[in-house]
């Protein structure tokens, strides 16, 4: 398709979504604050602005034609977007100098780009509520509500827990009720962050924890995760590098780590135990289809929203916390150093690796996550130059992987990995892919002890849901919540885009292809691992499997529905959560609001709701005076009420 | 407060659970309460399976829905500069004296609410307040009390009836 674009000839895709993807393609990039490629088209913020013959379009919701005539630099264009910048800047709270944001701010770049010097408008303050509940840290007084967020985590990750709310100069992104983001259904993805392009979203700062430890005298000992290697040079304009990790390791050593292990031998270490676990199901075919556990984000996804589906999880715990565990537990003991004394960092691409580490079952064991982008403050910080840094060997026994736990980095790593270990141990005699729409693929495999499997490798939670409608044709599925996997993690440097997602994809396949062991049964230390410490049986499981729990999604509030005062009273109390209101929970309400108020008993018998009682396989659950019934019934919840009543 | 959502119930049933009769199933829900509940609304996201920022952002949104408890009498009381010259204190205190209300607040039994807003368009009349839509001018404190006296009066011969 022709066009013309100020005068100048220009072909273009005639499938382009839209002129601005369009134009984009062909080089040239058109200044817009509230279009992503990946979810759905707002048009709000006009600063895409752009005339088509002879009209003032918003470029980002003009579908391109034939023979169109485009000006894109226009006096009047850009008095239009200096206005709408000036009006943007003059509600926004401009504390560039101590953002997290400074320096890869979009806002900050346009107006610096347009030259804006002077604000013509009445400075309007924002609410200056900062959330700090969570890894996620949301600052209202700097949103400019384009929406991108609401659109991320609704469209991509199908979670939806922060929306617009109120109206005219009011308006804000919020959850519901205000509610902290730490205590609502938000799995910490940091989607979010990696796409607002302000600083109104952020990850929490933990670095002057590191800080804290070098100074007490602790051992120090550090991880490294597969992503955070294939990312760090875009901030550093290094090229193609393929030893990036051992440049880390050298640069931790310098700042006073005294070991630094790679987290794809926890990789190996879980898609070898995870493998076993998933054979062994599918010679029983129980707990079936498995569900990958290495995304924290995914786990607090099922544990909200699908919780009767708790027990497909893998049982085996993330890279992360496998590795932590051993070095704690394990290692501590080969060193003779008390584990209390080990303070162990794990560098991630990740923000829900944060709450991973402080989930209760995980405490003591990782004492705290970093970012990649907290790793590069680190690294700009120290003022060390990473590429006159000679390279260094992770530390042994932790320091070596195979090819395919490096791959745990980006989306199928985890499948492929466990399918190596399969190759090896029972034998793959075929194998199928397909790729049945963006961020979704099946496999149809065949082992030589003449077992079949189906497999799903998903990115994107919001492609998660579609999945559960026709689980029922699957034996495995890989998730991972970000897209393109943990590479695209919201730990990552900015921009953290499509494009620049399947660049560091590309990374780790190179990376990969430089190791020279396969699949993990290779891993010499890994075998080593299994043979000293965990043979037996229930001390592999004791160090290595998690447990998981139904998560409300409501905040803790008790509903009164028919109170009564005092304290001489039974009180039973029904859940009104998704899955026992599925159940039924509601009828079962009913009947016991009737029977109280028809009975002699009002006065001495109070009924309350509430949203969950994380107990949600059991359900529909009732609590009668603090005692918990599960699959409760009417007939239940009357007799443990006693004869009188 | 009984509250036991049956009224949501019965509604949510005759609307089918559909996703585009939020606005009416919160419309109507509301006429109930005269508000609408915090744990109403997440009963209704949970019975539609829609989350709760959305329905939050609904509501929110419009100005016919309200988050505060509304009393059956909802009371307006001017304070336009017209009303405030002539004794819009006067007629706070003669409320705040007979109901024990300040502006913002609802009686328990969800009978009286109290909202102080800008010039009601009837200076002509100042002191001003309005009762459901019921104008009172001339206002002083001794009538405000009359006033609500006789709402009371007729709400208890209600209640006896
Ligand atoms: S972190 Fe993920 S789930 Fe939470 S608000 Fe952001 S996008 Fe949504
Ligand atoms: S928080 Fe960021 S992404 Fe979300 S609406 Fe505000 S500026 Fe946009
Ligand atoms: S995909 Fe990776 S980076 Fe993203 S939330 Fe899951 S574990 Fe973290
Ligand atoms: S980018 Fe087109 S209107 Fe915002
Ligand atoms: S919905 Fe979770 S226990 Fe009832
Ligand atoms: S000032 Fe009260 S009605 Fe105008």
């Not at chain 1, 730490?182 to 910490?188: L, R």
């Not at chain 1, 028919?562 to 009828?587: H, N």
């Not at chain 2, 109403?40 to 949970?46: C, F, K, P, Q, S």
């Given at each position: 398709m022709k066009i013309t674009v100020d005068g100048r000839e220009l072909s273009i895709?005639?499938?382009?979504?839209n002129l601005l993807e369009a134009l984009r393609e062909v080089g040239i990039e058109i200044p817009n604050l509230c279009y992503l490629s990946e979810v759905s088209v707002y048009g709000a913020c006009r600063m895409c602005l752009v005339e088509v013959d002879g009209q003032i379009v918003t470029s980002c919701t003009t579908k391109p034609y034939e023979g169109m005539k485009v000006k894109i630099n226009t006096p009047e264009i850009h008095r239009m977007r200096k206005t709408i910048l000036e009006l943007i800047l003059a509600s926004h709270n401009r504390d560039c100098t101590t953002c997290d944001k400074n320096g890869s701010c979009k806002l900050q770049k346009y107006a610096e780009d347009f030259g804006i010097r002077e604000i013509r408008f009445q400075p309007m303050k924002k609410e200056n509520g900062v959330d700090k509940s969570s890894p996620i840290v949301r600052d209202s007084s700097k949103c400019i509500l384009c929406g991108d967020c609401v659109r991320v985590c609704e469209e991509v990750q199908g979670v939806g827990v922060i929306d617009f709310a109120k109206r005219g100069h009011e308006t804000k992104v919020t959850t519901a009720f205000d509610t902290p983001l730490g205590e609502t259904e938000c799995v910490f993805c940091g989607q979010c962050v990696a796409y607002c392009p302000t600083g109104a979203l952020s990850v929490r700062d933990d670095l002057d924890k590191l800080m804290e430890a070098l100074e007490e005298g602790k051992m120090v000992v550090g991880m490294i995760a597969p992503a955070v290697r294939t990312a760090i040079q875009e901030v550093f304009g290094i090229r193609d590098e393929v030893a990036m990790a051992e440049r880390l390791v050298a640069f931790l050593k310098m700042m006073g780590f005294s070991k630094v292990f790679d987290v794809s031998f926890g990789a190996d270490l879980v898609a070898y135990e995870e493998a076993h676990e998933f054979h062994e199901r599918l010679k029983k075919r129980e707990r079936l289809p498995q569900f990958t556990s290495c995304c924290p984000a995914w786990v607090k996804f099922v544990e909200h929203n699908y919780p009767h589906l708790l027990p497909n999880l893998s049982t085996v715990k993330s890279p992360q916390q496998a590795l932590g565990t051993v070095i704690k537990k394990v290692y501590s003991k080969k060193i003779g150093v008390s584990e209390d004394q080990i303070f162990l960092v794990s560098f991630m691409p990740c923000t829900a690796k944060k709450f991973e580490a402080q989930r209760e079952e995980h405490r003591g064991i990782v004492d705290l996550v970093l970012t990649t982008r907290e790793l590069v403050q680190l690294v700009k910080m120290s003022r060390v130059d990473l590429n006159t840094v000679v390279p260094q060997p992770f530390d042994r026994p932790y320091g070596i992987s195979s090819q395919a736990g490096l791959g745990f980095g980006r989306s199928g790593g985890v499948f492929a990995c466990v399918l190596e270990v399969l190759r090896e141990e029972v034998g793959v005699v075929e194998e199928e892919y397909s790729t049945p729409m963006d961020g979704v693929r099946y496999a149809n495999i065949s082992l030589r002890d003449g077992t079949k499997f189906r497999g799903a490798i998903v990115y994107g939670l919001g492609k998660v849901r579609e999945l559960m409608r026709h689980l029922e044709d699957f034996d495995i599925v890989e998730v991972m919540a970000c897209n393109f996997g943990c590479v695209g993690g919201g730990g990552q440097p900015y921009p953290n885009d499509t494009k620049t997602r399947q660049f560091r994809a590309q990374i780790l396949r190179s990376t990969m292809g430089i190791k020279t062991l396969v699949s993990p049964n290779e891993n010499y230390y890994l075998v080593k691992l299994y043979e000293e410490d965990l043979r037996d049986e229930e001390a592999r499981h004791h160090l290595i499997h998690t447990n998981y729990k139904p998560r409300r999604r409501y905040p803790e509030k008790d509903v009164e529905l028919l109170p009564v005062p005092g304290d001489s009273k039974k009180t039973v109390k029904v859940c009104l959560g998704t899955s026992c209101y599925t159940k039924g929970s509601y009828t079962l309400l009913k009947k016991l609001i009737d029977h109280v108020k028809e009975s002699d008993v009002e006065g001495r018998v109070e009924v309350l709701g509430t949203f969950c009682l994380e107990n949600c396989g059991k359900s529909p659950n009732v609590l009668v005076d603090g005692k918990l019934l599960s699959e409760a019934t009417f007939e239940k919840v009357l007799k443990e009420l006693g004869e009188d009543v | 407060m009984e509250r036991t959502l049956e009224k949501v119930e019965e509604v949510l049933k005759r609307y089918g659970y559909?996703?585009?009769?939020l606005i009416k199933i919160l419309l109507e829900i509301q006429e109930h309460y005269r508000y609408l509940p915090e744990e109403v609304i997440n009963y209704v996201g949970v019975a539609m399976g829609i989350p709760p920022s959305k329905i939050y952002g609904v509501v929110t949104f419009y100005a016919q829905f309200s988050l505060k408890p509304k009393g059956k009498y909802t009371i307006m009381v001017c304070d336009g500069t017209a009303c405030h010259m002539a004794g819009s204190q006067e007629v706070l205190k003669g409320i705040e004296e007979e109901i024990g209300l300040k502006p913002g607040e609802v009686t328990k039994d969800l009978m009286f609410s109290l909202d102080q807003v800008g010039c009601l368009g009837a200076c002509a009349l100042a002191p001003v307040m309005v009762i459901n839509n019921e104008v009172y001018g001339n206002l002083t404190r001794e009538k405000v009390k009359e006033i609500l006296k006789g709402i009371k009066e007729k709400e208890r011969e209600m209640a006896n009836a």
């Amino acid at each position: 398709m022709k066009i013309t674009v100020d005068g100048r000839e220009l072909s273009i895709n005639p499938n382009a979504r839209n002129l601005l993807e369009a134009l984009r393609e062909v080089g040239i990039e058109i200044p817009n604050l509230c279009y992503l490629s990946e979810v759905s088209v707002y048009g709000a913020c006009r600063m895409c602005l752009v005339e088509v013959d002879g009209q003032i379009v918003t470029s980002c919701t003009t579908k391109p034609y034939e023979g169109m005539k485009v000006k894109i630099n226009t006096p009047e264009i850009h008095r239009m977007r200096k206005t709408i910048l000036e009006l943007i800047l003059a509600s926004h709270n401009r504390d560039c100098t101590t953002c997290d944001k400074n320096g890869s701010c979009k806002l900050q770049k346009y107006a610096e780009d347009f030259g804006i010097r002077e604000i013509r408008f009445q400075p309007m303050k924002k609410e200056n509520g900062v959330d700090k509940s969570s890894p996620i840290v949301r600052d209202s007084s700097k949103c400019i509500l384009c929406g991108d967020c609401v659109r991320v985590c609704e469209e991509v990750q199908g979670v939806g827990v922060i929306d617009f709310a109120k109206r005219g100069h009011e308006t804000k992104v919020t959850t519901a009720f205000d509610t902290p983001l730490g205590e609502t259904e938000c799995v910490f993805c940091g989607q979010c962050v990696a796409y607002c392009p302000t600083g109104a979203l952020s990850v929490r700062d933990d670095l002057d924890k590191l800080m804290e430890a070098l100074e007490e005298g602790k051992m120090v000992v550090g991880m490294i995760a597969p992503a955070v290697r294939t990312a760090i040079q875009e901030v550093f304009g290094i090229r193609d590098e393929v030893a990036m990790a051992e440049r880390l390791v050298a640069f931790l050593k310098m700042m006073g780590f005294s070991k630094v292990f790679d987290v794809s031998f926890g990789a190996d270490l879980v898609a070898y135990e995870e493998a076993h676990e998933f054979h062994e199901r599918l010679k029983k075919r129980e707990r079936l289809p498995q569900f990958t556990s290495c995304c924290p984000a995914w786990v607090k996804f099922v544990e909200h929203n699908y919780p009767h589906l708790l027990p497909n999880l893998s049982t085996v715990k993330s890279p992360q916390q496998a590795l932590g565990t051993v070095i704690k537990k394990v290692y501590s003991k080969k060193i003779g150093v008390s584990e209390d004394q080990i303070f162990l960092v794990s560098f991630m691409p990740c923000t829900a690796k944060k709450f991973e580490a402080q989930r209760e079952e995980h405490r003591g064991i990782v004492d705290l996550v970093l970012t990649t982008r907290e790793l590069v403050q680190l690294v700009k910080m120290s003022r060390v130059d990473l590429n006159t840094v000679v390279p260094q060997p992770f530390d042994r026994p932790y320091g070596i992987s195979s090819q395919a736990g490096l791959g745990f980095g980006r989306s199928g790593g985890v499948f492929a990995c466990v399918l190596e270990v399969l190759r090896e141990e029972v034998g793959v005699v075929e194998e199928e892919y397909s790729t049945p729409m963006d961020g979704v693929r099946y496999a149809n495999i065949s082992l030589r002890d003449g077992t079949k499997f189906r497999g799903a490798i998903v990115y994107g939670l919001g492609k998660v849901r579609e999945l559960m409608r026709h689980l029922e044709d699957f034996d495995i599925v890989e998730v991972m919540a970000c897209n393109f996997g943990c590479v695209g993690g919201g730990g990552q440097p900015y921009p953290n885009d499509t494009k620049t997602r399947q660049f560091r994809a590309q990374i780790l396949r190179s990376t990969m292809g430089i190791k020279t062991l396969v699949s993990p049964n290779e891993n010499y230390y890994l075998v080593k691992l299994y043979e000293e410490d965990l043979r037996d049986e229930e001390a592999r499981h004791h160090l290595i499997h998690t447990n998981y729990k139904p998560r409300r999604r409501y905040p803790e509030k008790d509903v009164e529905l028919l109170p009564v005062p005092g304290d001489s009273k039974k009180t039973v109390k029904v859940c009104l959560g998704t899955s026992c209101y599925t159940k039924g929970s509601y009828t079962l309400l009913k009947k016991l609001i009737d029977h109280v108020k028809e009975s002699d008993v009002e006065g001495r018998v109070e009924v309350l709701g509430t949203f969950c009682l994380e107990n949600c396989g059991k359900s529909p659950n009732v609590l009668v005076d603090g005692k918990l019934l599960s699959e409760a019934t009417f007939e239940k919840v009357l007799k443990e009420l006693g004869e009188d009543v | 407060m009984e509250r036991t959502l049956e009224k949501v119930e019965e509604v949510l049933k005759r609307y089918g659970y559909k996703r585009e009769n939020l606005i009416k199933i919160l419309l109507e829900i509301q006429e109930h309460y005269r508000y609408l509940p915090e744990e109403v609304i997440n009963y209704v996201g949970v019975a539609m399976g829609i989350p709760p920022s959305k329905i939050y952002g609904v509501v929110t949104f419009y100005a016919q829905f309200s988050l505060k408890p509304k009393g059956k009498y909802t009371i307006m009381v001017c304070d336009g500069t017209a009303c405030h010259m002539a004794g819009s204190q006067e007629v706070l205190k003669g409320i705040e004296e007979e109901i024990g209300l300040k502006p913002g607040e609802v009686t328990k039994d969800l009978m009286f609410s109290l909202d102080q807003v800008g010039c009601l368009g009837a200076c002509a009349l100042a002191p001003v307040m309005v009762i459901n839509n019921e104008v009172y001018g001339n206002l002083t404190r001794e009538k405000v009390k009359e006033i609500l006296k006789g709402i009371k009066e007729k709400e208890r011969e209600m209640a006896n009836a």
